[in-house]
């Protein structure tokens, strides 16, 4: 069935501002060796501690020095006695350039550097951002040597202005299953530049997930099973290799299949397009397995204002065979849509959640008062929560099976928006705690019927305004922000910095695109952005669904 709708073009154009790094130090090109996974464009090359240096400034300079990590961070290590003891590798604090503070005692012995954090990362590469306005102490210790001043104390790890750290570290995906082995689930991580592609793979082989996420994906690599030499190496014909103990022999076939997947998807994001496990120098049989894809369905599902819902394609709203007249049938006034497009989560019009399927059938599911936009996870069943009670999320079958999820969104007391993933494992959400809306993910854990959430992981402890949510992909969520009368739109990454940009005047709800992001506004129009620009699609909408996914 093709059902008219009038269209309307209209492009917005959207200024985007630039951030350049500090000029504190000059560049160089390395070119890439046959034996190294070096990938970066340049490096900063900080200068060492200078003759007769008063005690603040060897602490700003060794500071500043963190920014080279070359030969592990040898530059740094000059502003240190002999002996004294840092491990650069123990963590990253980001913080800004206008507010960091050096002070020395009367005496020259002890320096405290304050500091007004933006984000940390840990010792395994997990992001994760700072409370506005966090300060943080750092006391260093110092004594004369041949009448010049070095560090004999200093905190573990180095620390990075906000523009400096993604011209040091890179980010990079360790790529993991879902429990049905049917999907990637990335999980994003900052190494230094220079051997990104051995930390990945150190970080796939020997480590863990990031805990958020650790009960909700899986590993085909056995915890028992280690990467030998902890270094990626490149062959003659340019294959990266990923040495391996004797033991990965006796792994089947599958277990093997799955392991090749997981570095192959981990390491294409370090920038290497071909990778080998190896055992002794010899090969290992292994393939790829085909997994789902999280895309989304290029055409936009919609409700317009004369109660047609379908799919827009051009000028015309087609119907979904048997689901769009379930959804009609119930007055929505949020809709999400199965990948395959056979089940649809209603919110509608009275207020209680139900489920439309492909053959007709309706069932209300949830009639608590209040509920917020339901989705959909990837087994088909529909997650339900009334906005004031965010600790009482349920999970219920298409049919109206209901369960209750256990850990959800501890110490909230207003939930505004939530979403699925499109690979299943995991739920971000706008959050209220202590009268400060957050934006927060957490991992969906699956065990004998039981549904759980981990412990949340914050992706912006400030959203003040923030009304709205959608997954724009497997690593970033988009949130909608009104501000000074503004729409805004915040691109959150999930495991790493965050982009914002102007939204549609009256912008109302946010879903992803297959290429694009969209948005409808309050007068029912509806508009797609590519790059920076947004273009008005079609008027007339009423409602613009979420998707899950598509099976194409």
């Not at 850990?407 to 207003?414: F, V």
């Not at 993910?441 to 709205?468: K, W």
Request: hydrophobic share 40%; with cysteine; glycine share 10%.
């Amino acid at each position: 069935m093709r059902r008219a709708l009038a269209l309307v073009s209209l492009t917005l154009v959207l200024a985007l501002a630039a951030c350049t790094g500090l000029p504190t130090s000059g560049y160089v090109n390395p070119g890439r060796g046959p034996q190294t996974d070096d990938t970066q464009a340049f490096a900063f090359v900080p200068d060492g501690p200078q003759d007769d240096a008063a005690p603040a400034d060897i602490v700003e300079g060794f500071l500043r020095a963190g920014s080279g990590p070359a030969d592990d961070w040898a530059t740094a290590k000059t502003f240190l006695a002999p002996g004294t003891q840092w491990d650069p590798r123990a963590s990253v604090t980001i913080d800004r350039l206008a507010d960091r503070r050096a002070t020395a005692t009367d005496d020259g012995t002890g320096v405290t550097v304050s500091l007004a954090t933006v984000a940390s990362v840990d010792s395994s590469g997990a992001y994760a951002p700072a409370a506005s306005g966090t300060a943080v102490n750092l006391a260093f210790a110092l004594t004369q040597i041949d009448g010049q001043w070095r560090i004999t104390a200093a905190p573990d790890g180095v620390v990075l202005y906000e523009e400096v750290f993604p011209t040091v570290y890179q980010s990079a995906s360790i790529a993991y299953f879902d429990p049905t082995w049917s999907f990637i689930v990335p999980d994003v991580r900052w190494f230094p530049r220079g051997f990104v592609a051995s930390r990945v793979a150190t970080a796939l082989v020997d480590g863990r997930p990031s805990p958020w996420l650790a009960g909700a994906v899986r590993s085909a690599f056995p915890d028992e099973l280690s990467l030998v030499g902890r270094s990626v190496t490149l062959s003659s014909s340019g294959v990266a290799q990923v040495q391996l103990p004797p033991a990965a022999l006796s792994l089947d076939r599958t277990t093997l299949d799955r392991m090749q997947t997981q570095l192959a998807r981990s390491l294409v994001t370090a920038g290497i397009s071909d990778v080998q496990m190896t055992v002794e120098g010899t090969p290992v049989t292994a393939s790829e397995v085909p997994v789902r894809v999280t895309r989304v369905d290029p055409s936009p599902a919609v409700l317009t204002t004369a109660g047609l819902f379908g799919s827009l394609t051009g000028d015309t709203v087609e119907a979904i065979d048997g689901l769009s007249d379930a959804v009609e049938s119930l007055a929505p006034t949020a809709v999400e849509l199965e990948a395959d497009r056979s089940l649809a989560a209603v919110r509608t019009q009275q207020g209680p959640v139900a489920s439309a399927l492909a053959d007709g059938q309706t069932f209300l599911l949830d009639d608590r008062p209040g509920l917020i936009a339901p989705s959909i996870d990837a087994e088909g069943a529909i997650w339900s929560v009334p906005s004031n009670a965010p600790n009482q999320v349920r999970v219920i079958t298409a049919e109206g099976v209901p369960r209750q999820v256990g850990n959800a969104w501890p110490d909230a007391s207003e939930i505004t928006a939530m979403q699925i993933s499109r690979d299943g494992t995991r739920v971000a959400a706008i959050v209220t705690v202590s009268g400060t809306r957050e934006v927060w993910v957490a991992g969906i854990e699956r065990e004998g019927g039981e549904v759980t959430l981990g412990a949340p992981h914050v992706l912006s402890f400030s959203q003040q305004g923030a009304f709205d949510l959608a997954w724009l992909d497997d690593t970033s969520v988009g949130v909608l922000v009104a501000v000074d009368g503004g729409s805004l739109l915040r691109e959150l990454n999930v495991g790493g910095r965050g982009t914002e940009s102007a939204a549609p005047d009256g912008a109302r709800t946010l879903a992803a695109g297959s290429t694009s992001v969209r948005v409808l506004d309050d007068s029912g129009r509806l508009y797609s952005r590519r790059g920076s620009s947004w273009t008005l699609v079609a008027t007339g909408i009423r409602v613009l669904a979420g998707q899950q996914g598509t099976t194409s």
